[in-house]
């Protein structure tokens, strides 16, 4: 298999792309793994540190609004697409997967001048313009929920990082305890807010501190590296910067509180943990939308931005954890939702794009 993946930009693009590549080498070990991307996304960090190789085209970010900037778009999405295809011809890609963004829309542009297999993966619950392009030049097409509105839409799930996709977060807890020096008997509070910490979450966490150790429970709390200085560390509270091991962070918490991107609700109900979703207030919506599923099926609490105060949370927060039952009930109905072999899945969507599927496609 010779594959290029156009997944660049945010961390909701880069990393299923990621855990693709992973699923393909598994796959096929000899197989030829491009990601696609540029200069200005996180994949100029991430990729390299996974060991594939990235090839840049031109960022082609889409204005919102009217600016002078929209007249300069033609010329920057036949350059980027000119681009893309070079890279495609230079490796020879019998496939290419985008994930969406504003590298995935001259990506799917270039595949379809060359006749190269396109394959779809839509993450949110509100598809992008990238992916409403892409999924007309192409009947393989994955989302990662059901109700996801695409031509020939598939639901299989999102590709998740390995190591959470095969978490068993009890065999794991007594490890992750350890390793975040926390205590396995007490019941765990996980807060975080994404790579850059998210202030709300943060502000009503700090508020609500000493209610929460109070009540006996432990806070892990991942505030963004811009904001390390800020929180100290005592008795029963651990504030991080970022946390690397997010399998290990799942398995030490009994609930969490995070926004509701895409990612972090389809990883938090691969392992069944529940969760108090705060979606960005910000954009289209789609946080909210991403995070309605898990709610709906019991397995969260929706809660908006500017409703997450300190006194809120001492007060919810702290009776959630106290109520093993619910715990239970919630940890389970989450799990209904998750998808842990999407990756693999992919592959395979992959494989009959080209015509070589292993099922006979």
């Not at 595949?111 to 009947?139: D, M, Q, S, W, Y």
């Not at 910490?197 to 429970?217: F, K, P």
């Amino acid at each position: 298999m010779r594959v290029v993946l156009a997944g660049g930009g945010t961390a909701g693009h880069v990393e299923p792309a990621l855990a693709t590549a992973d699923a393909v080498l598994r796959a096929e070990p000899d197989a030829e793994v491009t990601m696609l991307g540029t200069e200005r996304g996180l994949e100029m960090r991430l990729v390299p540190e996974r060991g594939y190789e990235l090839a840049l085209i031109p960022p082609v970010p889409l204005p919102r609004r009217p600016t002078p900037d929209l007249l300069r778009l033609p010329a920057r999405v036949r350059a980027a697409v000119r681009d893309t295809a070079a890279v495609l011809r230079e490796h020879r890609a019998e496939a290419l997967v985008g994930f969406g963004g504003y590298v995935s829309m001259p990506a799917y542009l270039a595949a379809r001048r060359l006749g190269t297999p396109i394959v779809v993966h839509e993450a949110n619950a509100k598809p992008g313009l990238a992916n409403r392009i892409g999924a007309r030049f192409t009947e393989h097409v994955a989302t990662a929920a059901a109700d996801i509105s695409l031509p020939h839409a598939r639901h299989i799930g999102i590709p998740l990082r390995r190591s959470v996709a095969i978490l068993d977060r009890a065999a794991a807890r007594d490890e992750a305890c350890s390793f975040f020096g926390l205590d396995p008997r007490r019941r765990t509070v996980f807060a975080f807010g994404g790579s850059q910490g998210a202030r709300r979450i943060n502000e009503a966490v700090h508020g609500a501190l000493d209610d929460l150790l109070g009540r006996g429970v432990q806070v892990l709390h991942a505030v963004g590296a811009a904001n390390a200085g800020a929180y100290r560390g005592r008795e029963g509270y651990v504030p991080v910067p970022y946390v690397d091991r997010m399998d290990l962070a799942y398995a030490a918490a009994d609930l969490a509180i995070c926004r509701a991107g895409a990612i972090t609700c389809a990883e938090l109900a691969a392992v069944g943990l529940p969760a108090i979703y705060v979606p960005l207030p910000h954009g289209n919506g789609e946080q909210r939308f991403n995070a309605e599923p898990t709610v709906a099926a019991g397995g969260g609490i929706l809660v908006p931005d500017a409703s997450l105060t300190p006194s809120w949370l001492a007060s919810e927060a702290g009776a959630l954890v106290d109520d093993t039952d619910r715990m239970r009930e919630m940890a389970a109905a989450a799990a209904t939702l998750g998808r842990r072999d999407a990756d693999d899945q992919l592959v395979e969507m992959v494989r009959r794009a080209m015509g070589t599927s292993s099922v006979g496609g």
